[in-house]
């Protein structure tokens, strides 16, 4: 079942397919006469030729094409029979297929269908044949009665402008190398629908190969979600995702939010078309919920995506206050938790035809869509626009070109958090069969990448793999986003920690967005937008918190950062470094930026009620050792002095300098002086 509604196939099935009278000419005819000699054979064929027709004319085209390839073994110079088999193929996902049908129907009878330079214009273009696909079409029009011609023009077109635009395409310069996944990944079956962790370390996707499910009438199974993870520099031979998302039914992936956590998909079976959301809990997916009506309608909703902190979905919703076929819409969560009343992202994105399968890239900033729009090359092409962080609009779609890009329906692309890799279901002449996920490696500015041996999130399994990723001259565009990653555990257990991570605005002094930590393994991956000065809180019940400050500029490049956190129990000589408390450049003036932290260690007192705690304030050893000490100090008192004025009683509260006596790293580096430069607290009696 194919969720997506194409401007082709609209178009197409719009068009009737009329047969001429034929004049043969080298035509051969099915006609026993022909054949004396092999009487058997023709009886065979015929008997095919009748087969493919009834199938045929139930548009079961799958079969049909089974059953004239037969066919045409036995007799290869019917015109009509090899135009029906290019009208077969021209429906199947092998659309590119049906040109040298369609050439060899013309050249036997060159008036074998009313169609004919039509379905000639259509076989060139999907061939990337521009310019005899443009001779095809003005053919077509030429030919056709004028009031056909009058209802046709538009979407000729419409065409003629597509082929213009991929022969411009074609003569810029490849953005990226496209390989095919190969056999580990795609079947013969459909593979499509592909999405990842903004780590790149999983792969959920959807097939129809052959399962437990029973096939339609033409032979096709339903859809399954699978799950592929690294391991090594491969990819693992994908497994089921298994009860409760996949079901009797069809059950296609739309969406993952970048910590793999949380898992869209669509139901067909609801309404005309829903999306429901999942969540991973521990090593096992919840069962599937429907998403409210603000998003869910009567109309089709086919693909949705998180933003990297959760708090926007993007979706296609064919409702009818769109622009026209499908549009991409998006809705906000409120402080309540609530998702509120879609809005349309108005016409700079969405186009008079149909937008579909969106992705919002974890920089926050980028979106992909594809789109039978703007300028694309045929079908849907993929393309991406960035949201102006000032004023909030949508910049002019661009088109990612070739070969992300063909003259077929190219969908469901996802990117990489880095920006190295994208992702994307297409149908290449390499392809195993039907739909394949193809993975792109994206050419840049001329800057060589390199990547540590790291340990990667797993959302699907309870065990981390680790991959050394790591390719010679490979270079990126600038991606202004850091990916924090890691593992929280029981400082002395060293036992995994269900825990929530709360990031932080520390200039304005507000919760972004929340995460959690898987429950069973503990992992955690959470996207930073460059442009802000970031607080990271881990908390779980029963522990004291802990901090991690992230002060990205605009201009910070793509990173990623590995935190193992260690949470502590409430317990006597304990110490915590508060990373978010700031103050001005040599004084003890607190900056507002710390009022976030100190909230949140007031808040711990005062659900503490039998909690002191020592203040302690240290410095690098720059400087004079006196001056240190006495900023030291000041500062300590500083910080206990805003807690007073939380409300937290002046006898649950000491404060001490230590200058540069209680070093924690080297003093000879700038990275170790700027980690002597801190705050603490600690734990004096609970």
Known sequence: MNRYISFTTIFVGCLIFGLTSQSFGQSVPFDKSQFETNREGFKLANSKLKEGDSNFDKTLYTLALDAYLLAQNFNPNNAELNYKIGI????????????????????????????IHLMLGRGFHLNQDFKNAIIEYKAYLAAIEEAEKEEMTPAINKYVNECYNGIEYLTAPPKAFMENMGVTINTTYNEHSPLITADESVLVFTSTRENNKKPDEDGQFDEDIYVSQVQGKQWTFPNT???????????????LSPDG????????????????????????????????????????????????DGNHLYFVSDRPEGFGGSDIYVSTKNKKGKWEK??????????????????????GRTL???????????????????????????EEPENLGFPVNSPDDDLCFVLSANGRHGYSSNIRSDSHGGYDIYKMTFLGPEK????????????????????MAMEENVTLKTIRLTIVKGLVTDGLTNNPVAAQIDIVDNEKNEVIFTSHTNSTTGNFLVSLPSGKNYGLIVKSDGYLFHSENFNLPPATEYQEISKDIALNNLKKDVKIILKNVFFETGSSNLRPASYAELGRLSKLLTDNPDLRIEISGHTDNQGNKTANLKLSEERAKSVVDFLITEGIASNRLEFKGYGFEQAIADNATEEGRALNRRVEFKVLSN
């Not at 995702?241 to 969406?255: L, R």
């Not at 809005?343 to 969106?358: A, C, D, M, Q, S």
Request: proline share 6%; net charge negative.
């Open 88 to 115: 077969c193929y021209y429906e199947t996902s092998s659309k590119f297929k049906c040109l040298d049908y369609f050439k060899k129907a013309y050249e036997l009878d060159r008036q074998v269908a009313t169609d």
């Open 241 to 255: 995702i298994g009860e409760p998302i996949n079901t009797q039914f069809n059950d296609a992936t739309v969406g």
């Open 261 to 308: 956590q949380m898992l869209l998909i669509y139901n067909g079976n609801r309404g005309n078309g829903d999306i429901e959301i999942c969540a991973f809990e521990g090593d096992q997916w919840n069962y599937p919920r429907p998403l409210p009506a603000e998003i869910n309608t009567e109309f089709r909703e086919t693909s949705a995506c998180f933003s990297p």
């Open 342 to 363: 879609a809005k349309n992202l108005g016409p700079i994105i969405n186009t008079e035809f149909n937008e579909e399968t969106v992705f919002m890239h974890p920089d």
């Open 368 to 394: 992909y869509f594809s789109s039978e729009g703007h300028r694309s090359m045929g079908g849907f092409d993929i393309f991406t626009s960035q949201r102006n962080e000032t004023t909030g609009t949508w």
């Open 448 to 467: 060589p990448l390199m990547l540590s041996n790291e340990d990667y999130l797993i959302a699907v399994r309870a065990n981390p793999v680790s991959q």
